[in-house]
């Protein structure tokens, strides 16, 4: 009894404290809330007349993407690494926004040899780097041969089609190709960020590690770098060009879908920009307070793959079969809820030039498992006697809705009564190493382009000398001759030798490709200048948001 | 004079015990990394680099090396102090946890507390309280909150405290803003609350106190089952020993009884499982770090073995072990001071 006495007294006296120490608390809350400091937007000015709006000084994106390495032109290889460099820096030709045309940057006028393998480019005698440096065509002679000689990742998409480049004065190159390639397959490389010049007199001849970059020409640089939490740019006071309306892009790493899209959600952030999965797209396309903005999407496309020196997809009636049995409208409708995807029925991506739908021609566009059935037949299997695959995928690395994509795969394939799919699964690590020691025959992989064009999308994959990394062991000495005939094709002959390509590789049937995903930016409404068009690249520059 | 010669000698062999101690667990760590398929230069793979740069990375790497130099190389780097760079960002590993520790340590130290004061407060109530309204809710409370999952308490606080009523944000440290402004400070000590000192931005405090509360309310609420129920079983006890009945016999008064005999005794189990849970901690919560997007080093731990990043995940387990043994022995002191029977 006196103990429980004791306890009433102090268990009071504890009650009354914490719920004291509750209401300040709560009152300092309530306070800060409402007596936040003021924000650095901008603020109208007062003394004029409010004839133009004002803008956001800052605005953040959110991504779960990271940078993989670092943000040096001349190793960066991951999408965020590289897009963030086409916001600090600038090649001799970019795509215009809004559309695939490449158009001068860098680049005033050229002239190509009658044999097509020189060029000589004129440059801008005004732009200069963020040092305020002018850059002459010996900085972009070096910032090539500074690429080149590091020789790190992605250096083979200027050094294959570079065979020496010289300055002739200071705002003409002389570029030597290694061979007479296609107009807008050099212009297409000489766009990439691996082209980008830098600045000699403070680049070093080895690459820069984080938390630096290079300097380089564009309409931001690099203010500041936490690896793993936020890469902050700030204009480049040096640029030649049009000033950014935003001083300011913070771009802050997500850990995961959820939390991107509870930051958007919440107005932490003002853009959320990949990845989001479909379900999320579908709920905040709804939301009244936000503007889901779309464009097409080629990075990535996703296909499927067989080891075709293994059984049984060494034999072209299985693989064929499976071609026939895939469906493609499921996947879409089911995961990508009919709209934020597009089937696809070939490695070329629909609006790439040559694109033509050659699985479709041959398989058709819905499943037909008679044909397949068919064909496995010939094969030798039957409904006693099953085909009995393995189908592997990695769950984090392209999509959250991996899963789904694959068990409506098994279900594609086991509605023929013949296949037996299993379902299997590794972390990304995992699953590069076994497709690349051979140890798995079928699998589900992304290709995110180098360089807008269509080489990048047949030769990677179909040529027996540039698809080794891939291990699908796909060798035709047909195919092999068309894809190095192409790219030194006039446009008109190109666009007949890539069909041939399509139409030969649809038949083989190797690879399948499955599906092309759009790109989504979810916003705040009043963001403006979002472009999401088919170079991939999120143009920061173009952003701002109006204040009132 | 002896109990000072005796302490100083037992804290000088437990540091030389620590020693081997953190040498076999990153011989532990280096052999199961390198049993798991794939390795740092895995996560380029998937586009068209040409081999022979593969190649040349995994050589810079010393990844083409066999595996005994590779070991040997890692050990005598780290007794030089040097716990290398990531793989392939490059970034000095001894940096990256620099970074990101402290924001592991905030919340160590935060959900301690609520842990602690929930816990013991509910624990002291059970013991004491036998009427059934109270009794059965506190038990029920320690079995049900330690049976759900930690990221799911995560979740729940997040979609009610942060969505749904939209009191606290639902993820991150400081807003994004403010992160911007912490990078100002003349010396970046990456602690929220001194940052914000250093750059004249107190209410930059407020910002990261938003933050931080939803992550300690679930870690906190998560193990404050284990302090309830270590204090209840404790005091339980403790409070039916002879001596206690004595002390009432001789007349006094039973809110002494309960503090010095009662709580005095229950500090004791409640040091060695505060010491075990903030040891715990300070390794980082993975799972409620990924939930908040808290940047600490369990989140950082868990990347790194994603991307097979073995100066990474060696780096942190390193320190991590570090840690473990210094916390292990500041319980021991503390659990000298507390109970003066206690000898070494």
């Given at each position: 009894?006196?103990?429980?006495?004791?306890?009433?007294?102090?268990?009071?006296?504890?009650?009354?404290?914490?719920?004291?120490?509750?209401?300040?608390?709560?009152?300092?809350?309530?306070?800060?809330?409402?007596?936040?400091?003021?924000?650095?937007?901008?603020?109208?000015?007062?003394?004029?007349?409010?004839?133009?709006?004002?803008?956001?000084?800052?605005?953040?994106?959110?991504?779960?993407?990271?940078?993989?390495?670092?943000?040096?032109?001349?190793?960066?290889?991951?999408?965020?690494?590289?897009?963030?460099?086409?916001?600090?820096?600038?090649?001799?030709?970019?795509?215009?926004?809004?559309?695939?045309?490449?158009?001068?940057?860098?680049?005033?006028?050229?002239?190509?040899?009658?044999?097509?393998?020189?060029?000589?480019?004129?440059?801008?005698?005004?732009?200069?780097?963020?040092?305020?440096?002018?850059?002459?065509?010996?900085?972009?002679?070096?910032?090539?041969?500074?690429?080149?000689?590091?020789?790190?990742?992605?250096?083979?998409?200027?050094?294959?089609?570079?065979?020496?480049?010289?300055?002739?004065?200071?705002?003409?190159?002389?570029?030597?190709?290694?061979?007479?390639?296609?107009?807008?397959?050099?212009?297409?490389?000489?766009?990439?960020?691996?082209?980008?010049?830098?600045?000699?007199?403070?680049?070093?001849?080895?690459?820069?590690?984080?938390?630096?970059?290079?300097?380089?020409?564009?309409?931001?640089?690099?203010?500041?770098?936490?690896?793993?939490?936020?890469?902050?740019?700030?204009?480049?006071?040096?640029?030649?060009?049009?000033?950014?309306?935003?001083?300011?892009?913070?771009?802050?790493?997500?850990?995961?879908?959820?939390?991107?899209?509870?930051?958007?959600?919440?107005?932490?952030?003002?853009?959320?920009?990949?990845?989001?999965?479909?379900?999320?797209?579908?709920?905040?396309?709804?939301?009244?307070?936000?503007?889901?903005?779309?464009?097409?999407?080629?990075?990535?496309?996703?296909?499927?793959?067989?080891?075709?020196?293994?059984?049984?997809?060494?034999?072209?009636?299985?693989?064929?079969?499976?071609?026939?049995?895939?469906?493609?409208?499921?996947?879409?409708?089911?995961?990508?809820?009919?709209?934020?995807?597009?089937?696809?029925?070939?490695?070329?991506?629909?609006?790439?030039?040559?694109?033509?739908?050659?699985?479709?021609?041959?398989?058709?566009?819905?499943?037909?498992?008679?044909?397949?059935?068919?064909?496995?037949?010939?094969?030798?299997?039957?409904?006693?006697?099953?085909?009995?695959?393995?189908?592997?995928?990695?769950?984090?690395?392209?999509?959250?809705?991996?899963?789904?994509?694959?068990?409506?795969?098994?279900?594609?394939?086991?509605?023929?009564?013949?296949?037996?799919?299993?379902?299997?699964?590794?972390?990304?690590?995992?699953?590069?190493?076994?497709?690349?020691?051979?140890?798995?025959?079928?699998?589900?992989?992304?290709?995110?382009?180098?360089?807008?064009?269509?080489?990048?999308?047949?030769?990677?994959?179909?040529?027996?000398?540039?698809?080794?990394?891939?291990?699908?062991?796909?060798?035709?000495?047909?195919?092999?001759?068309?894809?190095?005939?192409?790219?030194?094709?006039?446009?008109?002959?190109?666009?007949?030798?890539?069909?041939?390509?399509?139409?030969?590789?649809?038949?083989?049937?190797?690879?399948?490709?499955?599906?092309?995903?759009?790109?989504?930016?979810?916003?705040?409404?009043?963001?403006?200048?979002?472009?999401?068009?088919?170079?991939?690249?999120?143009?920061?520059?173009?952003?701002?948001?109006?204040?009132? | 004079?002896?109990?000072?010669?005796?302490?100083?000698?037992?804290?000088?062999?437990?540091?030389?015990?620590?020693?081997?101690?953190?040498?076999?667990?990153?011989?532990?760590?280096?052999?199961?990394?390198?049993?798991?398929?794939?390795?740092?230069?895995?996560?380029?793979?998937?586009?068209?680099?040409?081999?022979?740069?593969?190649?040349?990375?995994?050589?810079?790497?010393?990844?083409?090396?066999?595996?005994?130099?590779?070991?040997?190389?890692?050990?005598?780097?780290?007794?030089?102090?040097?716990?290398?760079?990531?793989?392939?960002?490059?970034?000095?590993?001894?940096?990256y946890i620099a970074m990101r520790l402290p924001a592991t340590v905030e919340l160590a130290i935060s959900s301690s507390?609520?842990?602690?004061?929930?816990?013991?407060?509910?624990?002291?109530?059970?013991?004491?309280?036998?009427?059934?309204?109270?009794?059965?809710?506190?038990?029920?409370?320690?079995?049900?909150?330690?049976?759900?999952?930690?990221?799911?308490?995560?979740?729940?606080?997040?979609?009610?405290?942060?969505?749904?009523?939209?009191?606290?944000?639902?993820?991150?440290r400081?807003?994004?803003?403010?992160?911007?402004?912490?990078?100002?400070?003349?010396?970046?000590?990456n602690f929220v609350?001194?940052?914000?000192?250093?750059?004249?931005?107190?209410?930059?405090?407020?910002?990261?106190?938003?933050?931080i509360?939803?992550p300690s309310?679930?870690l906190?609420?998560?193990?404050?089952?284990?302090?309830?129920?270590?204090?209840?079983?404790?005091?339980?006890?403790?409070?039916?020993?002879?001596?206690?009945?004595?002390?009432?016999?001789?007349?006094?008064?039973?809110?002494?009884?309960?503090?010095?005999?009662?709580?005095?005794?229950?500090?004791?189990?409640?040091?060695?499982?505060?010491?075990?849970?903030i040891a715990a901690l300070l390794g980082g919560a993975v799972l409620t770090e990924t939930?908040f997007?808290w940047p600490g080093i369990g989140s950082l731990v868990y990347?790194?073995?994603?991307?097979?990043?073995?100066?990474?995940?060696?780096?942190v387990?390193?320190i991590y072990?570090?840690i473990v043994?210094?916390t292990?022995?500041?319980?021991?002191?503390?659990?000298?001071?507390?109970?003066?029977?206690?000898?070494?």
């Amino acid at each position: 009894m006196n103990i429980k006495k004791a306890i009433s007294r102090t268990m009071t006296i504890t009650i009354s404290v914490l719920i004291l120490i509750a209401i300040i608390i709560s009152a300092v809350y309530i306070w800060w809330q409402s007596a936040q400091a003021p924000s650095t937007l901008t603020t109208p000015s007062i003394t004029s007349p409010p004839t133009k709006p004002k803008y956001k000084e800052t605005i953040i994106i959110g991504t779960t993407d990271s940078i993989q390495t670092t943000l040096d032109p001349a190793e960066a290889y991951d999408y965020l690494g590289v897009n963030i460099i086409q916001n600090m820096g600038e090649g001799l030709f970019a795509y215009e926004p809004g559309t695939a045309k490449l158009v001068n940057k860098l680049a005033v006028s050229y002239t190509i040899s009658p044999d097509r393998k020189v060029w000589d480019i004129k440059i801008r005698s005004d732009a200069k780097f963020q040092d305020c440096s002018p850059m002459t065509a010996y900085d972009v002679v070096w910032s090539w041969n500074r690429t080149i000689t590091l020789n790190q990742d992605p250096a083979f998409l200027i050094g294959d089609l570079i065979d020496r480049a010289e300055a002739l004065d200071n705002y003409t190159i002389r570029v030597y190709l290694k061979q007479p390639f296609e107009e807008t397959y050099v212009k297409a490389l000489l766009s990439t960020w691996v082209a980008f010049p830098v600045n000699p007199r403070t680049s070093p001849m080895e690459v820069v590690k984080p938390p630096k970059t290079l300097d380089m020409i564009g309409p931001y640089k690099l203010e500041d770098w936490k690896p793993g939490e936020y890469v902050l740019l700030t204009t480049n006071p040096c640029y030649y060009g049009d000033k950014p309306k935003t001083s300011k892009i913070l771009i802050k790493f997500y850990k995961d879908p959820q939390s991107l899209r509870l930051a958007v959600e919440k107005g932490e952030i003002d853009i959320a920009f990949r990845t989001l999965s479909p379900t999320d797209l579908k709920d905040l396309v709804n939301n009244p307070k936000l503007q889901v903005v779309a464009g097409p999407g080629i990075a990535p496309i996703r296909y499927l793959v067989f080891n075709v020196n293994k059984e049984p997809f060494n034999n072209k009636l299985v693989r064929q079969a499976i071609a026939y049995l895939i469906d493609r409208n499921a996947i879409i409708n089911t995961v990508f809820l009919g709209k934020f995807a597009q089937p696809l029925y070939s490695m070329v991506p629909i609006g790439f030039l040559g694109h033509k739908d050659s699985f479709k021609e041959i398989y058709g566009d819905k499943p037909n498992i008679e044909k397949a059935k068919e064909l496995l037949r010939k094969a030798g299997y039957n409904e006693t006697h099953k085909l009995r695959l393995e189908l592997w995928f990695t769950p984090v690395r392209y999509t959250p809705a991996e899963p789904d994509i694959a068990a409506i795969i098994k279900q594609s394939l086991e509605a023929s009564g013949i296949i037996e799919v299993d379902l299997k699964s590794a972390d990304w690590a995992t699953y590069r190493t076994l497709f690349r020691e051979e140890k798995i025959s079928m699998w589900l992989l992304g290709w995110f382009p180098d360089f807008l064009d269509s080489d990048n999308y047949v030769r990677p994959f179909y040529h027996s000398k540039a698809n080794t990394w891939l291990h699908v062991n796909y060798k035709n000495p047909v195919v092999d001759e068309l894809i190095d005939k192409q790219i030194l094709q006039p446009t008109e002959e190109r666009i007949k030798t890539l069909y041939q390509i399509q139409d030969i590789v649809a038949d083989d049937a190797p690879i399948i490709p499955l599906w092309q995903e759009g790109q989504y930016a979810v916003a705040q409404l009043n963001v403006k200048g979002i472009i999401l068009d088919i170079s991939q690249i999120f143009r920061y520059y173009l952003l701002y948001a109006e204040v009132s | 004079m002896g109990e000072k010669i005796s302490l100083k000698t037992y804290i000088l062999s437990r540091i030389l015990i620590t020693i081997p101690m953190i040498f076999i667990l990153l011989t532990i760590v280096f052999i199961v990394m390198r049993a798991l398929p794939g390795d740092p230069v895995s996560m380029l793979e998937g586009k068209d680099i040409p081999e022979e740069v593969l190649a040349r990375r995994r050589a810079e790497l010393g990844l083409d090396k066999p595996l005994y130099i590779q070991y040997i190389s890692y050990i005598s780097s780290v007794l030089r102090g040097d716990l290398g760079v990531t793989a392939l960002e490059k970034v000095p590993v001894a940096q990256y946890i620099a970074m990101r520790l402290p924001a592991t340590v905030e919340l160590a130290i935060s959900s301690s507390i609520i842990a602690i004061l929930i816990g013991v407060f509910l624990g002291v109530v059970a013991s004491f309280f036998k009427q059934k309204y109270l009794m059965p809710l506190a038990r029920i409370y320690s079995s049900i909150v330690f049976s759900i999952p930690v990221f799911y308490l995560g979740l729940l606080f997040q979609a009610s405290l942060g969505v749904g009523i939209g009191l606290f944000p639902t993820g991150g440290r400081v807003s994004p803003l403010n992160d911007i402004v912490l990078s100002e400070a003349p010396v970046r000590t990456n602690f929220v609350i001194i940052d914000s000192l250093l750059v004249g931005r107190p209410d930059i405090i407020l910002d990261f106190l938003s933050h931080i509360i939803l992550p300690s309310l679930t870690l906190g609420i998560y193990l404050s089952s284990i302090f309830a129920r270590v204090t209840y079983l404790s005091l339980q006890e403790i409070l039916s020993q002879e001596f206690v009945v004595a002390a009432r016999s001789r007349g006094l008064l039973d809110s002494i009884i309960i503090w010095r005999y009662g709580v005095r005794n229950v500090l004791i189990p409640l040091t060695t499982m505060a010491g075990l849970q903030i040891a715990a901690l300070l390794g980082g919560a993975v799972l409620t770090e990924t939930v908040f997007s808290w940047p600490g080093i369990g989140s950082l731990v868990y990347e790194g073995i994603l991307k097979r990043d073995y100066a990474l995940v060696q780096g942190v387990v390193t320190i991590y072990a570090f840690i473990v043994a210094v916390t292990n022995l500041l319980v021991d002191i503390i659990y000298a001071y507390v109970d003066p029977r206690v000898r070494f």
